[in-house]
């Protein structure tokens, strides 16, 4: 322990430093290691480069060139002959990827190939290779490709668990068509939550590293080159600031998308919503952490497992649920077949239960929660009138299902929805539980017209898709 009452202590520090720098210099001189041109970052470029890959993508669009494209009486007037008017061509876009083993299969992110008609990648070594779709998942943002040919160099994925906030990381890319990019930093958070525009994800790996548009899809690796994270979102107006999928997450899926060409999602069967201060005050809990069972769906693992109206989760698998996302992102991160363990408070007790997640129905969509069925495609959380959001937001009709959250500059937003308000009907279909957005969502929609309730008022709001 340093005592402040002897400065000479500290007069005696830089004649100190000066002898440790002397005797340091013989050892620095002798020493295998050349800081400049040794340095751990510049041999993960050197060592990991041959496994990065360039994402050219061409995707075919119809244009009308018309001076009125979107006017129906120009339509109506030119008939067939309008037509004439339309042209297909090709758009381009470019991203990055990495191998993952020997015989060509490379990770990236669903954004970069999807709607894709053609993929070309191009390796370091400037060799092309047209490549085809194994698989994609859109709700973690990941695709796998193939490119036909053996012995290609691969990288080794790591453990993103057991990352540390601080340690350093090397991006590599191709950030506006600069072919492999190298950047470093730290990692700067885990965890982060993203809800904006198309991007709707919890779980980022939050890091300094430079990434810029180009990069999605390309490596965020540690000092000892493993990959760690799929780099896959930016902030455009922030410096500093980028996004990747934790790879212990594209671990679980990768296979499901080799095999199946899809993510054989678990599904619990339950609707949840967020643990209010009220909630915690009238069932005298001692914590706000966690997610309230709003409902149990008829037939389903939640059911069968004993889960019921009210309970509490507090914890999956001895994680420590925060808030009702945090239960979505635990049980979305899951595969069918999985068995995972509920801590749950129930009439003051606390009990454990155990769940064997089935598969996800995919002519539904049901991902088991009330905030994960789709309906985030807008921006809006949307949950059964219970008795509490009743109260909470006066709501006077008898019908309908409530928005609970209404994500800032999404489409909802714009279109002028508003926490609280009651939906009614969502293109003609009564919407008495939200489960009810399945039926609809089954088509490809391009509009969505709703019958909402307002203090008492029902009007319709549309919106384009």
């Given amino acids: 322990m340093l005592n402040l009452k002897k400065p000479r202590i500290f007069s005696a520090i830089p004649a100190i430093i000066v002898c ?189 590293a430079a990434i810029n548009p180009g990069n999605s899809g390309g490596p965020l690796l540690d000092l000892e080159g493993q990959v760690i994270g799929i780099n896959s979102a930016i902030i455009p107006y922030a410096q500093g600031i980028g996004f990747a999928i934790p790879v212990n997450m594209a671990k679980d899926v990768m296979d499901d998308l080799v095999n199946y ?79 995972v363990k509920l801590t749950l408070i129930r009439d003051g007790q606390v009990i454990q239960v155990e769940a064997v997640l089935s598969e996800i129905d995919s002519a539904s969509g049901e991902m088991g929660t009330m905030d994960s069925l789709g309906i985030t495609r807008i921006g809006i959380e949307i949950s059964r009138i219970t008795p509490e959001l009743r109260e909470k937001y006066a709501i006077q009709s008898e019908e309908g299902v409530v928005i609970t959250s209404v994500e800032q500059g999404s489409i909802a937003a714009r279109a002028g929805l508003q926490e609280g308000d009651v939906i009614i009907e969502i293109n003609g279909i009564k919407m008495n539980d939200p489960g009810e957005w399945n039926r609809i969502r089954k088509n490809d929609m391009k509009a969505i017209v709703m019958l909402l309730s307002r203090e008492g008022r029902t009007f319709f709001i549309s919106m384009s898709l």
């Avoid at 050197?46 to 129906?72: G, H, K, Q």
């Avoid at 709700?139 to 036909?148: G, N, Y």
């Avoid at 109206?309 to 635990?330: A, K, M, N, P």
């Fill in 20 to 208: 440790l720098g002397l005797m340091l210099i013989p050892v620095l001189k002798g020493s295998a290691q050349d800081i400049y041109t040794d340095n751990p970052i510049a041999k993960i470029a050197r060592e990991s480069s041959p496994a990065v890959v360039n994402i050219d993508v061409e995707t075919l669009v119809t244009r009308s060139f018309t001076p009125f494209p979107d006017d129906p009486f120009f339509r109506e007037f030119f008939g067939e002959e309008f037509k004439k008017f339309n042209r297909t061509i090709p758009m381009k876009g470019r991203g990055s990827g990495f191998i993952v083993s020997s015989d060509g299969k490379i990770l990236t992110n669903n954004h970069v190939v999807e709607n894709a008609d053609k993929i070309e990648v191009t390796l370091s070594n400037g060799k092309i290779y047209e490549a085809q779709v194994l698989g994609k998942d859109p709700t973690f943002d990941l695709a796998v490709i193939k490119i036909e040919g053996k012995d290609f160099p691969f990288l080794d994925l790591g453990d993103s668990d057991l990352l540390e906030v601080g340690e350093w990381v090397v991006a590599i890319g191709n950030p506006f068509g600069l072919e492999h990019t190298v950047t470093a930093g730290v990692l700067s958070a885990k965890n982060r939550s993203i809800h904006a525009g198309n991007v709707n994800f919890d779980g980022f790996l939050q890091t300094d």
């Fill in 261 to 339: 060409g899809k993510v054989r999602r678990g599904w619990l069967g339950v609707y949840v919503q967020p643990l209010t201060s009220e909630f915690v005050e009238a069932y005298d809990l001692e914590s706000d952490n966690g997610a309230v069972i709003s409902d149990v769906v008829q037939g389903s693992p939640a059911e069968k497992a004993g889960l019921r109206r009210g309970d509490v989760v507090t914890e999956v698998d001895g994680q420590e649920i925060s808030d009702h996302r945090d239960f979505v992102y635990q049980i979305r991160k899951s595969m069918a077949g999985d068995t």
